[in-house]
């Protein structure tokens, strides 16, 4: 009897360990692909952004097909950049929610250490999902910096649309 109150109390504990502290608001749905516009108003905060702190970066942004409508790379950038924008972007958009995330879940090991078997995947902080009217439209992706840094460029872009 001992034996199985203690199974049940391990059963409630690993359950309650799993579950998560607060239901979650499911993500916005994809929406019609981002216009030229919108694109032009989120890369230019997002470059304000960039010019203020002198930081060299590629910002890439994508609509919500994955397909890219704007890339701007400042003077003295890796080269690297330019491919790890737009994956940080194409991630945002696929999962619906900051690249961060996927960085923390793998930073965290045990289970989130399987994003890493995912193709074309970029899990690092710097891609945000475009939002306008409740719908994703896009992502923006920004590489060239401190991932947090890139994270700001990309934050001022997505603020320019709200």
Known sequence: MIRLKMFVCAGV?????????????????????????????????????ATKNNWAVVISIID????????????DVQLSSIELSQGKAKTALMFKRPSKVLDDAIAGGGPGLRFLALKDIVPLEGGLPLIVDGKIVGAIGVSGVLSSQDAQIARAGADALK
């Open 64 to 75: 919500s097909g994955g397909h890219i409508v704007m890339l701007h790379r400042r003077d």
């Open 13 to 49: 504990l690993a359950l309650l360990a799993v579950m998560p502290a607060k239901a979650q608001t499911p993500p916005p749905p994809y929406g019609p692909a981002i216009g030229l516009e919108n694109a032009r108003k989120a890369m230019t905060a997002a470059e304000g952004e």
